[in-house]
């Protein structure tokens, strides 16, 4: 088993796309065994979170760095259909799409505008993925772009981070604007149970006004 300690620094400390990308192909066969074997549990609470604000029957739902279906494999148990994911690392869409839990899979960069139509999803969640060197704090326009009116966009930070990423001033301006509110947020908790001790993570609830 790899040390996940390890292979989360050698992922955060990537620098560009390509790296990220690569980061995660050489971590794709790897990545459940290292991190279910840790006790990580973001996938699951994330669900959670999905399952308090979203009906499932309230439309189809983009999970946003899908990595390898986690969280639209809990979803999917809660009763969710049309469960779209993206994620930059076609090995891990690879895995993802073995579920079978997903309508649709497709790899793109959160750097870049995401290929959906306004309005199409009743929620987007995005777990995992805006940590140090991912997707940059603009990635939640688009996030808030592709959900409809009433729809959720749910996603995590990391505490620790997430000010000096320019996610804590994007989220104000956010919430300041016309575009969202805020209506829910998780305490400051720990992904792992069983490693990683120091890391930390929050989720936030965003409606689309």
Sequence with gaps: MTNTTNTLEHVYNAEGAQAIRES????ASD????????????????????ARHVPNDEG????????????????????YEDIVGLDISP???KLAKRLETYDRLY????GRP????DNSFAAVTCFGSLGPGHAPPDCLDEFIRVTHPGGHVIFNVRPDTYEEQGLRVKIDDLLAGPTVREVGRS??????????????????VFQVV
Aim: glycine share 14%; net charge negative.
């Design 24 to 27: 995660y192909e050489g971590w």
């Design 91 to 93: 090995a891990m869409l």
């Design 60 to 79: 189809p739902i983009l999970d946003a760095g899908c990595g390898t279906g986690l969280v639209g494999e809990a979803l999917a148990i809660l009763g």
């Design 107 to 110: 790899e793109q960069n959160l």
């Design 114 to 117: 995401i290929p959906e139509a």
């Design 187 to 204: 305490p400051n908790f720990r992904p792992y149970l069983l490693s990683e001790p120091e890391l930390g993570a929050q989720i936030f």
């Design 31 to 50: 990545y459940d065994a290292d991190n279910i074997g840790n006790g990580f549990r973001l996938p699951t609470i994330g669900a959670a979170f999905v």
